[in-house]
């Protein structure tokens, strides 16, 4: 389990094709992977890999064909920038919402816009963004997972949802998070992880099965 407050960024470093899937290897600096042991888990963008591979500042992760089908990690190319958090200690504190690192699936930035008449104070802090993001199709198999007020995790990061609509929601990113993971690199158009807050998947479920 995580909690979706990213803990470093890491670089994918390499990639290589085993059999149907891959193994993706990732430079991660910062003391991000002290207490990390082989077999743990660890989330990138959002997404649980399991460490294969771990060295002061690296780890690998093997990939299997769906996970790379069905998350942006299929198009990770050496060189990219992603969000990392290890696996959440039992009593540690939750700070995010519970998140399981399983991707519903991938949306895509439709806006990304400061909020006020531009990217800086007038001290020139970076101040917070409003961020959009239309849902798969088809989307209504995950707008009514989502509620305004609700949770939902975007690359890893748990986010408040401040507005939905049928085919899309939109969050406000504060700028810690926006200096500390990688969604101030955000563009129309990028491809983003998502996953659905785990009660109200649960709750859907068991509403479907006593029906």
Same mark, same amino acid.
């Given at each position: ?8 960024? %890491? ?6 094709? !085993? @059999?149907?899937?891959? /193994? ?11 207490? +990390? ?6 989330? +990138?963008?959002? #997404? #649980? ?10 780890? =690998?992760?093997? #990939?299997? !064909? ?22 959440? =200690?039992? @009593? ?5 919402? $519970?998140? =399981?690192?399983? +991707?519903? %699936? ?10 006020? =008449?531009?990217?800086? *104070? ?5 101040? @917070? /963004?409003?961020?959009?993001? !239309? ?19 975007? *690359? %890893? +990061? ?12 939109? #969050? ?12 101030? @690199? ?10 659905? *807050? $785990? ?5 859907? !479920? ?6």
């Amino acid at each position: 389990m995580f909690t979706g407050l990213v803990r470093g960024i %890491g670089t994918v470093a390499g990639r290589t094709a !085993r @059999g149907d899937g891959a /193994r993706l290897e990732v430079g991660a600096g910062g003391g991000l992977l002290v207490g +990390v042991a082989l077999g743990d888990s660890i989330a +990138v963008n959002g #997404c #649980c890999l399991t460490v294969a591979e771990i060295g002061p500042e690296r780890f =690998a992760a093997d #990939c299997s !064909r769906e996970t790379l089908a069905l998350t942006t990690l299929g198009g990770l190319a050496p060189g990219t920038r992603v969000n990392l958090e290890p696996a959440l =200690a039992l @009593g540690a504190l939750l700070g995010g919402h $519970l998140v =399981a690192g399983h +991707v519903d %699936g991938v949306g895509e930035v439709a806006a990304f816009e400061a909020d006020g =008449a531009g990217a800086t *104070d007038g001290a020139g802090a970076t101040v @917070g /963004r409003t961020l959009t993001v !239309r849902l798969p199709e088809p989307s209504q198999e995950l707008a009514r997972f989502i509620a305004k007020k609700g949770s939902i995790t975007v *690359d %890893g +990061v748990s986010l408040t949802v401040n507005a939905v609509a049928a085919d899309r929601f939109s #969050c406000a990113i504060v700028p810690h998070t926006l200096a500390h993971s990688v969604s101030e @690199g955000y563009r129309a158009g990028t491809r983003v992880n998502l996953e659905v *807050d $785990l009660v109200a998947r649960y709750l859907a !479920r068991l509403l479907e099965a006593a029906r």
